[in-house]
């Protein structure tokens, strides 16, 4: 059973920076490798967006929001991706999901539970 566990979320303040971890167990390295990672977040009241993904190949695509400010990256012995947010807006609170879609399998897609970020003015 693949899991997705979120953490580094929290309350800090606006200008401050916060690296958000997410490590996937249940899912094997290979798997992994060939998975797209991805941070989505979303507001209250607001639908779930894309903030960045990170490819099997280490390509990156941030956000508008985010770029400029946002790097996502990952580490494939670790199973594990990181999203680390600078300057940071109160529009940027949130809670902060993880993602892992394969690349080969269909329907091989899996969501975290999320981590609160709280950025106050």
């Known amino acids: 059973q693949v899991q997705l566990v979120e953490s580094g979320g929290g309350l800090v303040q606006a200008g401050g920076s916060l690296r958000l971890s997410c490590a996937a167990s249940?899912?094997?390295?290979?798997?992994?490798?060939?998975?797209?990672m991805g941070w989505y977040r979303q507001a209250p009241g607001k639908q779930r967006e894309l903030v960045a993904t990170?490819?099997?190949?280490?390509?990156?695509n941030l956000a508008d929001s985010v770029k400029g400010r946002s790097t996502i990256s990952r580490d494939n012995a670790k199973n594990t991706v990181y999203l680390q947010v600078n300057s940071l807006k109160p529009e940027d609170t949130a809670t902060y999901y993880c993602?892992?879609?394969?690349?080969?399998?269909?329907?091989?897609?899996?969501w975290g539970q999320g981590t609160q970020v709280t950025v106050s003015s």
């Open positions: 993602n892992l879609r394969s690349i080969i399998t269909p329907g091989y897609d899996y």
């Open positions: 990170v490819s099997t190949g280490g390509n990156t």
């Open positions: 249940g899912v094997t390295g290979v798997m992994f490798s060939l998975s797209t």
